[in-house]
């Protein structure tokens, strides 16, 4: 299951609205066989991609998925036909499909003698690959995760306002890595007056990543055409409003949402309880001054602060990244 994670991590980004999946075959002797994970809509799904680099030795094998082979006619044919035909006698997944329309392909197997198991690292899934997806099924809206750079003493820039660069180089990358997962990047007019960002996926040599996500600019000053956000790199859309549901629901149509700041953008979502995510880069290096991660979120007393819980803890480089979920 862990390899068949590690194929739908590769795949995450590329398949929305369809789930990224992963799917490892092994052949009867329990050797690895084949491996996959979703193409781009209207492409194969991961099962056929695992059965496809298998060939016959996924007779009387075992088929190891991230998420519960679909049991419907989309673009493609039901992954359980694809399973049923190659002849695996076993099958072993994470996740249940919630979608009512594609799930019963654990049923369907079942009753076409096929020993099936699930469940198996389905939390792994869940917050790894599958999240984004899995919260858009649930909601119908995109997964937001607000990512920030910080000093340790919670400052997003310096008094002056500068803030390239407060984390180091191998959080930038990391960054750029999850820039090109994701579907949109968003920002407020501050941070394109203050930082001019480009707001591209860039590879560790500067170049262009293949993805672009759609960059987003919110407020409701006018952009200078010259901004490097409005560059021929990728698309932009500029979102004259201040309310970060008008937000979410332009972008209702994506899957997976950044939110990259600055402080006052940051507050908004969080005040309006938009955030699904927070990833924290935090640097070894102090700042102090007026210009905090993140204004106002609406808590006048302890009482009140908004709880989350850490979800994971990395270190990358001299930095660390913090990864929170809503407790
Ligand atoms: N360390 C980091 O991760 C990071 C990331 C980004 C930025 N920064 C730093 O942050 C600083 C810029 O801060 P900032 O707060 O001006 O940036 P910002 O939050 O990106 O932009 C602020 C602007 O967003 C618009 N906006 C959208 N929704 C709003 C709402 N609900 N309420 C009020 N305004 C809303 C307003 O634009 P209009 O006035 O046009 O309506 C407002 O002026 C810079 O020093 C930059 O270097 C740091």
Redesign the pocket.
């Known amino acids: 299951m862990r390899l068949a994670i590690e194929q739908a991590e590769r795949v995450k980004g590329s398949t929305y609205p369809n789930p990224p999946v992963g799917a490892v075959i092994l052949d009867a002797d329990g050797q690895v066989a084949g491996v996959g994970g979703t193409q781009p809509p209207g492409g194969p799904h991961a099962e056929v991609m695992a059965l496809r680099d298998a060939g016959h030795r996924a007779a009387g094998g075992t088929a190891v998925v991230t998420l519960e082979p679909c049991n419907h006619h989309g673009r493609t044919p039901p992954c359980v036909d694809a399973l049923v035909a190659a002849g695996v006698s076993r099958v072993v997944y994470a996740v249940g499909d919630p979608n009512p329309v594609a799930a019963g392909g654990s049923a369907r197997m079942a009753d076409a003698g096929i020993e099936v198991t699930a469940g198996v690292l389905a939390d792994e899934v869940s917050r790894g690959p599958l999240r984004e997806w899995l919260h858009k099924q649930r909601t119908g809206l995109p997964h937001v995760t607000w ?4 000093s340790v003493d919670g400052r ?2 310096a008094a002056d ?4 660069w ?1 984390t180091s180089e191998a959080a930038r990358a990391d960054v750029h890595r999850r820039r090109a997962v994701a579907e949109a990047i968003v ?9 001019d960002p480009a707001l591209t996926a860039r590879l560790p040599d500067g170049t262009l990543a293949d993805r672009q996500p759609l960059r987003v600019v ?4 006018e952009v200078s055409s010259d901004s490097k956000v409005l560059n021929d790199d990728s698309r932009t859309m500029v979102i ?5 549901h008008e937000v979410i629901r332009s972008l209702a149509d994506r899957t997976d949402v950044l939110v ?9 979502f969080l005040r309006a309880g938009v955030v699904n995510r927070i990833l924290a ?1 935090v640097a070894p290096i102090l700042l102090g001054g007026p ?1 905090t ?1 993140v ?1 106002d979120v609406g808590v006048l007393s302890i009482a009140h602060a908004q709880r989350w819980r850490f979800d994971g803890i990395e270190a990358i480089g001299p930095d660390v990244l913090l990864s929170l979920v809503p407790n």
């Open positions: 990512k920030f750079a910080t997003s820039a306002g500068s803030s390239q407060i920002v407020g007019t501050g941070t394109v007056f203050f930082d919110v407020g409701e000053r004259r409003t201040h309310d970060p990259e700041g600055g402080p006052t953008l940051a507050g908004a880069y210009i991660a204004d």
